[in-house]
């Protein structure tokens, strides 16, 4: 995906890595960061007394399957490490 590409995704960021373990430890962090904002919410709601309908989670309605066409900010979880780019800096 090119710079321009992601410019066009709001909330997107274009990043380079000169290896791919550094890409690789990139979207690890993302993804825990990413978990970190869902578990706090629900915590937050589970201290004001909130409580699940039952034990049964569905991430279907949080995480969607995206194409290139359809691409956005939320679904970068589920980018591969083929679209990032990992060549060297100039």
């Given at each position: 995906?090119?710079?321009?590409?992601?410019?066009?995704?709001t909330g997107a960021c274009h990043k380079r890595f000169r290896t791919?373990?550094?890409a690789e430890a990139f979207i690890?962090?993302?993804?825990e960061s990413f978990a970190d904002v869902w578990r706090s919410a629900i915590r937050e709601g589970l201290d004001q007394g909130l409580r699940p309908r039952d034990m049964k989670i569905s991430v279907e309605g949080i995480l969607h399957e995206t194409d290139e066409q359809t691409e956005d900010?939320?679904?970068?979880?589920?980018?591969?490490?083929d679209r990032l780019?990992?060549?060297?800096e100039d």
């Amino acid at each position: 995906m090119t710079e321009l590409k992601v410019k066009e995704i709001t909330g997107a960021c274009h990043k380079r890595f000169r290896t791919r373990s550094q890409a690789e430890a990139f979207i690890e962090d993302w993804k825990e960061s990413f978990a970190d904002v869902w578990r706090s919410a629900i915590r937050e709601g589970l201290d004001q007394g909130l409580r699940p309908r039952d034990m049964k989670i569905s991430v279907e309605g949080i995480l969607h399957e995206t194409d290139e066409q359809t691409e956005d900010a939320d679904a970068l979880d589920e980018v591969k490490l083929d679209r990032l780019s990992l060549k060297e800096e100039d």
